[in-house]
């Protein structure tokens, strides 16, 4: 047997040795996340942010409870108002109805004590009542036989309705006087549920119901500045916004030096600023822009960094309705992960020329795209940028000095022969070339 032929039996051993060692591995199918959460709609992924733990969900609503409120009911019914307008219309409905079914079967009790007190539900004296002689019966409520015709009476008198055949008599001067007192009562409990009504319905608080906050804020270059922008929009597109003021704020927590935890609510610039200006031109969604430099709190962090924080920032717009000039405020909350780093939104607007009018499609608001840029903090581009700059001024300020002292030269005659066309070339020449000499003696002592 030859050596070829000992080589060529060894190879099936070591492939059936490979197989052994080296078994085969199947490959997991994860399913696709990214497929999922696209066909998710916007309302199942305002539901899952604010399953996370936040202050402000992004509906605006606070979820921060009280407990152990000493003589919170006390305090409460003390501003009777203020609670009534912020229950729930249920307890509300509930309230208006029971306020007017109870006075109306509260006075009719009174009305039936007064007639059976005065006799009036007696078979002879109802006999009497009903006869033509000149000394017959008379009631102190006319056609009352029980507390169904009391009661009756009491809600024809508390709302003025009258049919004209229950009224009250002078025989009794008690139940003249109780139904002045119910029809006094019922005007004010009237009044009170109507305009209690009319205050809840009139709310601004529906009207942050049309103001819409991106889901997500990114992250990106704009004008070479480092910047973090949120998109926001108004639905109403024939309502302004008066007095508008928008602010965010970061909200994280901090330990002191002393060892004390406390929150920390941090304010941040955005861009357009609102302090000076009566009102926003907010005729399309703006996007909110908070420049990212030395004074932000953002500055040392980079998108490692940003996944590892924990923080919550807020976003508040306040202003007033033009409409009912009503002040009213919407909130929403970014956390960390709700902050996309090198994204961008897309555009919206789109001019229709067949209808020569701007068109906003709301289908791409929340929606963004990924875009080149570096994932270092804006601390570390400034400093990038920074020796860039020197070398920019250093190279322009020799080429102006260059420049000077050509243009010095040229006004200047060396020549006594009087023959300045010969001369000044030279000069001109002369100059030039050793302003080229100390710009490249710049640029190779800068490289």
């Not at 936040?54 to 006390?74: A, E, M, P, W």
């Not at 309705?321 to 090198?342: K, V």
């Not at 601390?379 to 990038?384: A, F, G, I, T």
């Amino acid at each position: 047997m030859s050596d070829t032929d000992s080589d060529l039996g060894i190879i099936p051993v070591l492939l059936n040795r490979m197989k052994k060692k080296t078994p085969i591995q199947r490959i997991r199918k994860e399913p696709d996340t990214d497929e999922e959460s696209f066909y998710e709609t916007t309302h199942q992924k305002v539901k899952k942010m604010n399953k996370k733990k936040r202050v402000v969900l992004k509906d605006g609503l606070t979820n921060v409870t009280y407990k152990n409120i000493s003589k919170k009911r006390r305090r409460y019914i003390s501003d009777l108002y203020t609670t009534l307008l912020d229950s729930s219309w249920t307890y509300c409905v509930l309230m208006f109805t029971t306020s007017f079914y109870g006075s109306w079967i509260i006075f009719g009790g009174i009305y039936y004590l007064i007639s059976f007190l005065h006799g009036d539900f007696l078979e002879e004296n109802q006999a009497s009542a009903a006869s033509n002689t000149t000394d017959k019966w008379v009631p102190c409520i006319l056609e009352t036989d029980g507390f169904a015709a009391c009661f009756l009476f009491s809600l024809e008198t508390q709302h003025t309705i009258g049919y004209g055949t229950r009224q009250t008599t002078t025989e009794c001067p008690d139940a003249m006087f109780i139904m002045s007192v119910q029809s006094v009562l019922g005007c004010i409990i009237q009044a009170f549920m109507v305009g209690l009504v009319f205050s809840k319905l009139s709310r601004p608080r529906n009207r942050s119901k049309t103001i819409i906050f991106s889901n997500q804020a990114v992250i990106t270059k704009r004008n070479k500045k480092l910047s973090l922008i949120i998109r926001i929009g108004d639905l109403r597109d024939d309502n302004f916004i008066l007095g508008t003021q928008i602010s965010a704020k970061l909200l994280r927590r901090r330990i002191s030096v002393e060892g004390e935890v406390y929150q920390e609510m941090q304010n941040l610039l955005v861009n357009p600023e609102t302090t000076n200006e009566s009102c926003i031109f907010f005729v399309w969604p703006l996007d909110i822009v908070h420049v990212i430099d030395e004074d932000s709190p953002f500055y040392n962090m980079t998108a490692c960094d940003l996944a590892k924080e924990r923080f919550e920032l807020l976003l508040v717009l306040e202003g007033t309705n033009e409409t009912s000039n009503m002040t009213f405020q919407a909130r929403t909350s970014y956390l960390p992960n709700e902050i996309l780093w090198g994204h961008r939104f897309e555009q919206m607007q789109i001019y229709r020329k067949d209808r020569n009018k701007f068109e906003i499609n709301f289908s791409a608001f929340h929606s963004t795209y990924e875009v080149a840029c570096p994932s270092h903090s804006a601390k570390e581009l400034d400093l990038l940028e920074k020796p860039r700059e020197s070398k920019i001024k250093k190279v322009a300020s020799i080429l102006r000095a260059g420049l000077e002292n050509e243009y010095a030269a040229s006004l200047t005659s060396p020549s006594h022969t009087g023959d300045e066309s010969l001369t000044l070339p030279s000069v001109s020449r002369a100059n030039s070339n050793t302003m080229r000499r100390l710009a490249s003696n710049q640029d190779l002592g800068l490289n």
